[in-house]
């Protein structure tokens, strides 16, 4: 048991050093990856200890949810007091309950918002890795259980791309987890190419969360932020990448939009006039045409899974590029399993949905 307990050192709730070192990482980890671990045996131990016979008695899971947060305790510790963090409770024993009563097989984990973005470029790039540490850390852990969409101090250009070589070449990450805005800057700007540039030529699997951005604030306080202008800013970032252009200038990378798309199936009308507003300029941007590159683009379910989402996603996008997403833990498992049993999917659609358009464009991640 000493092999574990130094291998997940930093995962433990009570035990979460902020100055681990990338190498005494990668010592604890290999002894982790050659160590026989599953969730019935050590990794129960470690993580609080999940009934054994309950997992192996379940039905066994098939889907893929690729909308599932991670809280890291070292993150949790060091940002809390911080404005625009609020932690939800979380373990990882408490992620694979729900997927486990939800037909989950594997969740590939993200970073709560607002994910490494201080204002602080020390403290950004320290965040990302210790994060993406963890989750590779959990992914060990439990075999075919979690994926990881890795976290960027997207800011810090050198920082990133310095960030994306390590999380993805050496942690093996499945993908980039990133905001839909950072400061005034949206995922358009080209002050983000040259991490696109790098992530195109990976085809890179980019999966985006919104926040609350900074430009627009909730003006009536019975509403939380998060109701309105959470999918608001997934539009607004979506139209950034069209409009100016980075969709169609890195057409390898695969971007994953939140919510079924925030609000802009809704205002699809808006997209089309603005490409007409554009004349010439949008030939330049969107030689393809702006349909063309919102059909390229993939969208989860978490929150958007009900009838009038899936309906205005649906007039725009093929099945092919819908994938499960929870929200967990803000949202259950069963709300969106539930929410997409009552749409008119055939079943092809529902397991293309489920697992198979994940593994299409992640198709190294490990799932049981």
């Not at 539009?235 to 390898?252: D, E, V, Y």
């Not at 030939?283 to 045409?289: F, I």
């Amino acid at each position: 048991m000493k092999l574990f307990s130094c291998a997940c050192q930093g995962l433990d709730h009570q035990n979460h050093p902020l100055d681990t070192s990338k190498r005494g990482f990668l010592t604890g980890l290999t002894a982790l990856s050659g160590a026989a671990v599953g969730v019935g045996g050590a990794a129960s131990l470690l993580w609080g200890g999940m009934d054994s016979a309950h997992a192996q008695n379940a039905a066994k899971p098939h889907r893929i949810d690729i909308h599932h947060h991670v809280v890291p305790p070292a993150y949790v510790d060091a940002v809390k007091d911080r404005e625009g963090v609020a932690a939800p409770k979380w373990s990882p024993q408490a992620s694979i309950e729900d997927m486990d009563m939800n037909g989950i097989a594997t969740s590939v984990v993200a970073l709560i918002q607002p994910g490494a973005y201080f204002k602080d470029v020390e403290l950004d790039r320290r965040l990302s890795t210790q994060s993406n540490e963890y989750v590779a850390k959990m992914v060990q852990t439990y075999p075919g259980r979690f994926g990881s969409f890795a976290t960027l101090p997207l800011m810090d250009v050198p920082g990133s791309l310095k960030e994306i070589e390590y999380a993805m070449d050496t942690l093996k990450a499945d993908g980039i987890g990133l905001m839909t805005s950072y400061g005034t800057k949206y995922l358009g700007d080209k002050h983000f190419w040259p991490i696109w540039e790098e992530l195109n030529r990976r085809g890179a699997a980019i999966y985006v969360h919104p926040l609350m951005p900074e430009c627009c604030k909730n003006p009536f306080p019975e509403v939380p932020p998060s109701a309105i202008e959470y999918a608001t800013d997934t539009t607004r970032t979506i139209a950034s990448m069209l409009f100016g252009g980075a969709a169609n200038k890195f057409p390898n990378i695969k971007w994953i939009w939140s919510h079924s798309g925030g609000t802009m199936p809704f205002l699809w009308s808006r997209f089309t006039r603005q490409e007409v507003d554009m004349k010439e300029k949008a030939k330049a941007v969107l030689p393809n045409g702006v349909l063309a590159e919102v059909k390229r683009f993939h969208y989860d379910t978490a929150q958007g899974h009900h009838e009038g989402a899936m309906a205005a996603l649906r007039a725009l996008i093929p099945t092919s590029q819908i994938m499960f997403g929870s929200d967990f833990p803000y949202r259950k498992g069963a709300e969106v399993k539930d929410g997409l049993a009552a749409r008119s999917f055939t079943a092809e659609e529902r397991m293309a949905i489920d697992r198979g358009n994940a593994l299409r464009i992640m198709p190294k991640l490990k799932t049981i």
